[in-house]
């Protein structure tokens, strides 16, 4: 089994900062992409930013040049830096990530139970 635990959620002012992280663990032989999303209440969930194995990274437009996605592949962990906070940025955010438990085995998405972000204005 594979567990995803994300940590760093708080409440914060507008302009202030956040540092999510994110590790997995369990039976993982490799990690491919790691990401994150969030969900506003009322909202679907979306994609925040995504970082592949090698390091390339995407992110959503509204996050661009605030948010630094980052990962650690020895910990199997993900990071996301989070600067210049908006009250619009308020939601339950989820780690995400493409985990394979064997040599030759198909990889799963898998995800963490989200950790709650609320910047108030």
């Known amino acids: 089994q594979v567990q995803l635990v994300e940590s760093g959620g708080a409440s914060v002012q507008a302009g202030g900062s956040l540092s999510l992280s994110c590790a997995a663990s369990?039976?993982?032989?490799?990690?491919?992409?790691m990401g994150w999303y969030r969900q506003a209440p009322g909202k679907q969930r979306e994609l925040v930013a995504r970082i592949t194995r090698v390091g390339s990274t995407n992110y959503a437009d509204s996050v661009k040049g605030r948010f630094t996605i980052s990962r650690d592949n020895a910990k199997n962990t993900v990071y996301l830096q989070m600067n210049s906070l908006k009250p619009e940025d308020t939601a339950v955010y989820y780690c995400?990530?493409?985990?394979?438990?064997?040599?030759?085995?198909?990889?799963?998405?898998?995800w963490g139970p989200g950790t709650q972000v609320t910047v108030s204005s």
């Open positions: 995400n990530a493409d985990i394979s438990s064997t040599l030759a085995g198909k990889f799963i998405g898998y």
């Open positions: 369990g039976r993982i032989f490799i990690t491919n992409a």
